[in-house]
């Protein structure tokens, strides 16, 4: 005879309730880990004098990023996770890599903000504002190629760069779709702002990592032949 749990496991609605708790809960940890950046978001006014204090709290948000990509890259693999284990165990494995990553891409981003906000101060818009905004999308496009693949793989910084920016443009449709993916949870977060918050961080990143499955295996493969 089938176990009880083995059985639940094969029901649609178990499976839909405990997607929905893994995504919660994944969620959750997520906020705790950027504890500090939700603190100053709330009670902080969002100002440029402030941006810099706003950036220097983003910092824990790389690792958060590296276990939460762990997590559900796992979940959509292997269709169930020990949510607190495997999140911890993300955090720890992918913790320098991601940190190394994320920080040159905050710095990036002060510098960028700063240019569109004096630039936009004077009330000229000129081309370079048309250039700020690409730079920007650009590296939010890089880190949903580049998380995916530095949770499933070792490799050195400046080849997590290059790949990253390469698939970019080499899979325009799926850097497409991912962006499109984000900016539709956006779009529902001000229709729904609860409910999406409850479940935003942990929900995208699967649906990434859902839509960049067969590079991923074909990376692997690659990998495995060599």
């Known amino acids: 005879m089938k176990k009880l749990s083995h059985l639940l496991s094969e ?30 978001t709330f009670f902080t006014s969002i100002s440029i004098e402030a941006l810099g204090l706003i950036l220097l709290s983003l910092i824990p948000m790389g690792p958060a990023l590296g276990a939460v990509f762990y997590t559900m890259g796992k979940l959509q693999r292997e269709k169930e996770i020990s949510p607190l284990a495997d999140y911890i165990k993300g955090y720890k494995q992918n913790f320098k890599i991601s940190l190394a990553f994320w920080i040159p891409q905050l710095l990036l981003l002060f510098i960028l903000f700063n240019n569109y906000y004096y630039i936009t101060r004077t009330g ?103």
């Open 11 to 40: 029901k649609p609605l178990f499976v839909i309730v405990n997607n929905f708790y893994t995504f919660f809960i994944i969620n959750l940890f997520f906020m705790v880990s950027n504890i500090l950046f939700l603190y100053i």
């Open 124 to 226: 000229n818009f000129s081309v370079f504002i048309l250039l700020i905004i690409f730079l920007l999308i650009f590296v939010l496009a890089l880190n949903l190629y580049a998380f995916p693949i530095l949770v499933r793989f070792e490799m050195m910084l400046k080849n997590l760069w290059i790949i990253s920016c390469l698939y970019f443009f080499k899979h325009w449709k799926l850097t497409f779709l991912n962006m499109t993916t984000l900016l539709s949870f956006a779009v529902i977060y001000f229709q729904f702002p609860f409910i999406t918050l409850l479940f935003f961080s942990s929900i995208v990143p699967y649906l990434i990592m859902f839509n960049l499955r067969k590079i991923l295996e074909e990376m692997e493969t690659k990998k495995s032949i060599t």
